[in-house]
């Protein structure tokens, strides 16, 4: 019974978590001409740093973490490891890409 009280609290914050985000976003982008863009880098930028990040502590490191609990390790799994880390270089090109194009249109006004 404790597990569902738990379950049900926690939709409770992400529901009242997300309807805010919901309202703070829509309303930001009433005032803010190409509002998009601005959105581009305030909710892109962060998870790219973030990206980045995680992709220079996994070759540093030599495992991939998710928490506390390693992965995919370069020593036990070399090709799941390599294709982790291909697949998030390949998001964070994609999202680099997208943070050019809202650069670009935001400088030529």
Request: net charge positive.
């Amino acid at each position: 019974m404790a597990v569902l009280v738990a379950i049900g609290r926690m939709a409770a914050i992400c529901a009242f978590a997300g309807l805010a985000l919901y309202l703070g976003l829509s309303a930001f982008a009433e005032g803010v001409a190409a509002a998009h863009l601005w959105l581009a880098f305030g909710l892109g930028g962060p998870l790219f740093a973030l990206m980045a990040f995680q992709i220079a502590t996994a070759l540093r490191d030599g495992e991939i973490h998710a928490g506390r609990l390693v992965v995919y390790s370069r020593e036990h799994q070399p090709f799941l490891y390599r294709l982790h880390l291909a697949l998030h270089a390949a998001m964070a090109a994609i999202l680099l890409a997208i943070l050019a194009f809202a650069a670009r249109h935001l400088l030529a006004g």
